[in-house]
Nanobody, 127 residues
Framework: QAQVVESGGGSVQAGGSLRLSCAAS????????MGWFRQAPGKEREAVAR????????TYADSVKGRFTISLDNAKNTVFLQLNSLKPDDTAMYYC????????????????????WGQGTQVTVSS
């Protein structure tokens, strides 16, 4: 079992920045792969960024490459998502998720690979 809790959302103008945090706890094996997803009203949940805790290997959705950065502080069991150059299209509820690394390797960067989810933190970008 693992638990994740997001924080750091808010409202910004286009071009602004935010940093989201995800505090993870519980079984270490269950959270070797950490990801951020987002869901806008009326849309499906989509992958944003993923990181492997052991190697630091990252994966990004094309829509956020060059603007968002995922990182981690293993000592604090925290994963961060730095959001820069925000656009109104980035408005969504952002979710942190955890999974065993094998699940991420086997299933790819999709919601079905992740077993543990936070409640989400809202990001609103105005034009």
């Amino acid at each position: 079992q693992a638990q994740v809790v997001e924080s750091g959302g808010g409202s910004v103008q286009a071009g602004g920045s935010l940093r989201l945090s995800c505090a993870a706890s519980g079984n270490t094996f269950s959270r070797k792969c950490m990801g951020w997803f987002r869901q806008a009203p009326g849309k499906e949940r989509e992958a944003v960024a993923r990181i492997y805790r052991d190697t630091g290997t990252t994966t990004y959705a094309d829509s956020v490459k060059g603007r968002f950065t995922i990182s981690l502080d293993n000592a604090k069991n925290t994963v961060f998502l730095q959001l820069n150059s925000l656009k109104p299209d980035d408005t969504a509820m952002y979710y942190c998720a955890a999974a065993p690394k094998q699940a991420c390797v086997a299933r790819g960067f999709v919601t079905a690979a992740f077993s543990y989810w936070g409640q989400g933190t809202q990001v609103t970008v105005s034009s």
